[in-house]
């Protein structure tokens, strides 16, 4: 079983604080997904990540996919209230097959 | 391109009755997937199809089943709800330039009573 840790579990921080979510996983992927998702709506793409040390900047979010693809984070800098939701990452490995992570819960009040 | 659409939105049946969910997906895309999310248990993987086949299944009870039409539009369907069935069901494709990145719809929000 593939399994991938998402941490913290849940988080609240003030508008404007910096904040760092993690994914790990003891296999390689091929490509490694963050979405985020709101209430009652379906997960919405953030990045996709592919190349081992890739990382992708996406307005205050910058991504890093890990040097042995078996890890990513996501840093928000200055986060604002419209950030809050769940975060998940997702890793790709066989064609047709992903491990999502359990999520993180972020509420950043204003 | 229009996105992934999954009907209906909401749906509330009772123990004992079926239900048949309908995904479309991206226009050219022949990969379908379906999850069932729950508080509990979060983000579960039921099934994916690919060109009208079944590629790979999770780990839940037959009463849970799929199938894929020639347009790739997928239908989910739960035979004799149970209480437990009541989750948000989503749908995801993937095709394209990126085959490995899922493409996500609304969701439909399932309520047994």
């Known amino acids: 079983t593939q399994l991938l840790e998402q941490s913290p579990q849940f988080l609240s921080i003030q508008e404007g604080e910096n904040l760092t979510v993690y994914c790990n996983s003891s296999s390689v992927f091929s490509s490694l997904q963050w979405y985020r998702q709101e209430p009652g709506e379906g997960p919405v793409l953030l990045v996709t990540v592919v190349t081992g040390g890739e990382v992708k900047k996406l307005k205050r979010l910058t991504f890093q996919f890990g040097d042995a693809r078996k890890d990513s984070s996501l840093h928000i800098t200055a986060a604002q209230p419209g950030d809050t939701g769940l975060y998940l990452c997702a890793g790709a490995r066989d064609a047709g097959k992903s491990t999502f992570g359990d999520g993180t819960t972020l509420t950043v009040k204003p | 391109k229009a996105g992934v659409t999954q009907t209906p939105r909401y749906l509330i049946k009772t123990r004992g009755q079926q239900v048949t969910l309908s995904c479309s997906p991206i226009?050219?895309?022949?990969?379908v997937s379906w999850y069932q999310q729950t508080p509990g248990q979060g983000l579960q993987f039921l099934f994916e199809?690919?060109?009208?086949?079944?590629?790979n299944k999770g780990n839940f009870p037959g009463r849970f089943s799929g199938r894929q039409f020639s347009n790739s539009r997928s239908e989910m369907n739960v035979s004799t709800l149970e209480l437990g069935d009541s989750a948000l069901y989503l749908c995801?494709?993937?095709?394209?330039?990126?085959?490995?990145?899922?493409?996500f719809g609304p969701g439909t929000r399932l309520t047994v009573l």
């Open positions: 199809y690919f060109s009208e086949t079944q590629r």
């Open positions: 995801a494709s993937r095709g394209g330039r990126s085959t490995d990145t899922q493409y």
């Open positions: 226009s050219g895309h022949r990969s």
